[in-house]
Nanobody, 124 residues
């Protein structure tokens, strides 16, 4: 079992930055691939970024590549998402998720555990 709690969301102007955190509890965090997804109002949830259990490989959606950075600290049981150069279209609820299968996935149905989400709102 892995419990996930996101934090760090908020209201920011376009061009600004935020750092999202996802704190995990459970003994298996360090063996999980981790992902971030987001859901904008009226839209389906979409993949944002993922990182392997070791942190050695990362993957990004094209829409965030070069602006967002995913990282993790297994000693702190935490995964991060740094959001830079934010745009109004980045407004969404951001979720972190844990995937106990291999290889790493970008499809949400591959993820086993989900947090409650944190709201990110970008004003123009």
């Amino acid at each position: 079992q892995v419990q996930l709690i996101e934090s760090g969301g908020g209201l920011v102007q376009a061009g600004g930055s935020l750092r999202l955190s996802c704190a995990a509890s459970g003994r298996t965090f360090s063996s999980c691939n981790m992902g971030w997804f987001r859901q904008a109002p009226g839209k389906e949830r979409e993949f944002v970024a993922a990182i392997t259990w070791s942190g050695g490989r990362t993957y990004y959606a094209d829409s965030v590549k070069g602006r967002f950075t995913i990282s993790r600290d297994n000693a702190k049981n935490t995964v991060y998402l740094q959001l830079n150069s934010l745009k109004p279209e980045d407004t969404a609820v951001y979720y972190c998720a844990a995937d106990m299968s291999f290889p790493i996935a970008t499809a949400e149905n591959k993820y086993d555990y989900w947090g409650q989400g944190t709201q990110v709102t970008v004003s123009s």
